[in-house]
């Protein structure tokens, strides 16, 4: 068997990747071209969640013959190595002739990738043209010192670039940009999910509208009400504590399998208690949402939705912002105690936490509900804070 592993990012997949795969399954006869989408890739870091990616290759390649997506490095916790990726593979399939298709761009990175020499000793490389000057003069070199095997490929330059592509979308509305270098369905699906455009509040807005409930959005406002008022008492991002405070329970009525599946796939480690409780589940669950649907890449932000429910011992600002908003927000009517918190909030907000907590702790106790153990450690933690003043 001959297989090659066509490695890349595809954000998104696009014509000249599928031409070169095309060319490469029949000029070297090749009995299949694997398609894989990089995970947490060491040397991109800004690249759509791969969720998205993985599922826009498979809209691309359905039905394709000799075209296969593998979710193998995206499933891998951490950072991406094709050296771990060809290993498994040589393992699992030691009989077959390995190839690993590239552009002539990724030619000139070769030496830079983690272990080069395994890579060399193991891998047949074929190269499609980009368009790149002295690929030749790169190829050689790299066959004289590491005794590479890199076969250029006889094919047309196709001049197509994600980059280029992610840029046209993000220039225009969805509906003006011309989808001629990528196919129509993974057109359809950028659109559907929003990618490639920053979304702006009022798009979170509408969608949140259509999967909250009514009640849960007015609570929303008034965590974002609060929040934004604590910001600006004690020097905080506005922004940043706004937009968490608009997403924080983005995942309130996702399905709960749904919100373990996302955490899976995002690597949040669940515990047996949390898959139980949807109290739990949907802030880390939520802080997956905000970025796979709504684009939140930040971790500032991030962490303030997967942490707003527990808190966690020593939180950042916006962190704790996001966890008393939560609780003392305009809405909320459940303990007498709330307009003093509401008062202590702008003035000392580890007393505050502190207070959230024990109150929280207090009524978990009353209904005999077992704690989890980080709102525990949290109150702890606080609760030591304030003691050492
Ligand atoms: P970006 O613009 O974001 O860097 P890309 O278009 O290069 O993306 P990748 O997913 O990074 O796409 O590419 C995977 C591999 O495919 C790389 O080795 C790249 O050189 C090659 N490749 C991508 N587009 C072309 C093309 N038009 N012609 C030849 N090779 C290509």
Redesign the pocket.
Known sequence: MKTCI??????P?????I??AKNALSQFGLDKVIFM??GCSYM?KDVTPAIHRLNMLKLALEGSEGFEVSDLEIKREGYTYTKDTVEIFKKENPDEELYF??????LFMLEKWYEPEYLFDNLIFLV???NDENSDKKAKELSERFNADIRFMNCD??????????QDICAVNYEEFEAKDIDSKVYEYIKENHLYKALSDAEMITILSSELKESRLIHTLGVIDTASALAKAYGADVRKCEKAALLHDCAKYMPKDEQIEICERNFIKLNDFERKKSALLHSKAGACLAYEKYGITDTEILDAIKYHTTGKPDMSLIEKIIFVSDFIEPGRTHSDKLPMYRMIAMADLDLVCMNVLKDTIDYLNSLNEEIDSITLETYSFYKELISKR
Do not use: C, E, W
């Open positions: 066509f490695g890349g990012t595809f954000d997949i696009h014509k000249g990747h031409h070169i989408p990089s991109k298709l590239i552009g002539t761009d990724t499609a043209d980009r330059f196709l001049d197509i670039s994600s980059t280029k592509i992610r």
